[in-house]
């Protein structure tokens, strides 16, 4: 093939894990990390239901005030104010509940609560409301379990493809095609991608990168591409193929 001058700074093969954050990596250990976070809540709500069966102690709570606010997004959030007797004190709180219990606490309405003796500001606005929570919580941390390995599957199988390719496919020129630029909100982002195709046929898109830098390469330009089984990575993408030393020229001094 004819010699094309990189049209990008990249000098070395691009390591896995690199291309694997960009390709949208991140969205698999962000998964990762909030399955282990909401894990950990689980089980300390876990912890708390037993302790409120083990300790707990169920009266009457009488709703003395609720209302509603609405959230920076537009969202309502709805809080029941409780008040009941523990330990010769009185105990007024504030819960967030969810809309159905705030439609079934009218102003003077009694409920049946439980709380704990040597801390009755900690309570449960319905009894069995602890063990609910975590419940809901290990749902929550499989979902996102589920979601990271689906992502992990997906965008790690077209990383490898990605290095595979670089590594043992064919170098070859391709004209770029088309130079899309994605939008935030129907608004440009200052991001895009390249489109191209070979000679051959073999038609591919490289990663997101900066509009303005694929803008400097222009429609048109040819650029240094690899292909394998039909699959075309950009040089710019995952960098040059790996160069044995055994390969290289040997200098005598």
Known sequence: ??????????????????????????????AAVICLAVTLWSASQYRAAARYELVGVVTQAEAVNRRIRTDSEGDDDHYVTYRFFAGGQVIERQRKVSQSQYNRSPRGSSHDIRYLPNTPT??????????DDAVALQW?????????????WFVGGRTNRSVLTRRYGYRTAARIERIVETKTSGRPSGRGYLIWRTKDGVRGESLMHRIGKLNAIGVGADINVYVRKGH???????????VDDSRLPQVRR
């Open 1 to 30: 093939m004819k010699e094309i001058p990189p049209k990008h700074d990249r000098t070395e093969p691009r390591p896995w894990f690199s291309l694997f954050r960009a390709r949208g990596g991140w969205f698999a250990i962000i």
């Open 122 to 131: 900690q309570f449960e606005t319905y009894v069995g409301e602890a063990h």
């Open 140 to 152: 929550f941390a499989a979902i996102s379990g589920i979601g990271g390995l689906i992502v992990l």
């Open 232 to 242: 075309s990575v950009w040089e710019g993408d995952v960098g040059p193929q790996k």
